[in-house]
């Protein structure tokens, strides 16, 4: 597995950053209303896996079947919320490690709902974007070999955590094991994976900020298969790890910048080039930098929350205003 796997600076720096936050999210998971973030973070954790797969519940509906309250919609619907909220609850008794666990969860999650649920797929599958197939999972006969040396990997493996994780889910989608329900156990068992870390995982909704950016997600599978090196899906799940830490930290940035701010070296060359042109795009400061439009992303919204930086007219018209 690791031969599909490229390490580079934007991963070593992504996950570093992430480690450094995990610790600050475990302490809010300790203030007086953390009983009520878990509940939050689990329901939008099982409402985004669904809304992801296609299903139309509202977060509110969600919750109200979670509470056991009676809500009018397609029964498929309201079955895949009981089955996923039934699977998150057996979170804790799960090891990660397991290949029987992980057809257990599978059982849990699809009961009612495919007729092979728990069991490995004896049928071609594929992943399509309308009538095109974007993806032709290996042969149904190949899936268990697969698998198992997928775990026998995970198992083995000295890479960090988070590494780990991510690449564990990215060759769990191209291996395509199941019927159906293929997605939202590749994000369960990457939150389990990475519980093995640190278990406030458990509590993270990951999920939610990949249901913001799910054509991104798709679009990061892909070009991994693609250039056969899964760490531009990588660097895709390190990316919003590290945004779900921030919205669920809600960090506040009302300190003056100049007390508590430090501007990387880039950021500064940032903010010097808008000076002289207010008008350059990520797309262009990207290329002018040689790093990736994500990497340039993340230092605007920085610079924008550090109050350095603001944005006037719309992403495609607007232009930059260096504050002083």
């Known amino acids: 597995m690791s031969d599909t796997f490229t390490l580079n600076t934007e991963i070593v720096n992504l996950a570093a950053e992430i480690a450094a936050k995990v610790e600050r999210f475990a302490i809010r998971l300790e203030q007086p209303d953390s009983l009520r973030l878990r509940r939050v973070n689990q329901i939008q954790s099982i409402h985004s896996s669904l809304a992801i797969e296609g299903n139309m519940l509202s977060e509110d509906q969600v919750s109200d079947i979670i509470e056991g309250k009676r809500v009018i919609a397609p029964a498929r619907e309201i079955l895949e919320v009981k089955n996923a909220l ?18 257990k969860a599978h059982g849990v999650m699809m009961h009612g709902m495919i007729p092979d649920a728990g069991k490995y797929r004896n049928c071609n599958e594929g992943v399509f974007k309308g009538k095109k197939c974007v993806h032709f999972a290996p042969p149904p006969k190949m899936v268990p070999i697969l698998m198992k040396n997928l775990f026998s990997w995970l198992k083995r493996s000295k890479m960090h955590w988070l590494i780990r994780s991510c690449i564990f889910h990215y060759e769990f989608e191209f291996i395509h094991p199941f019927r159906d329900g293929n997605g939202r156990m590749g994000r369960l068992w990457q939150s389990l994976i990475l519980g093995k870390w640190n278990p406030v995982f458990a509590h993270l909704p990951v999920e939610n900020l990949v249901y913001a950016k799910q054509q991104e ?30 919205d669920v930290q809600n960090v506040e940035v009302e300190t003056p910048v100049a007390e508590t701010i430090h501007l990387t070296a880039r950021q500064e060359k940032i903010i010097a080039a808008l000076k002289k042109n207010n008008f350059l795009t990520e797309k262009e400061l990207a290329e002018k930098f040689a790093v990736t439009p994500r990497t340039i992303e993340r230092d605007l919204a920085k610079l924008q929350q550090y109050g350095t930086l603001e944005r006037v007219g719309s992403k495609k018209d607007g232009r930059w205003v260096v504050k002083k």
């Open 217 to 246: 997600y798709y679009n990061a599978i892909n070009a991994s298969s693609t250039a056969g090196d899964c760490s531009i899906f990588v660097e895709f799940m390190l990316d919003k790890i590290l945004g779900a830490l921030k």
């Open 86 to 103: 039934r699977t998150y609850e057996l979170y804790p008794s799960l090891d990660a490690f397991s290949e029987k666990d992980l057809l």
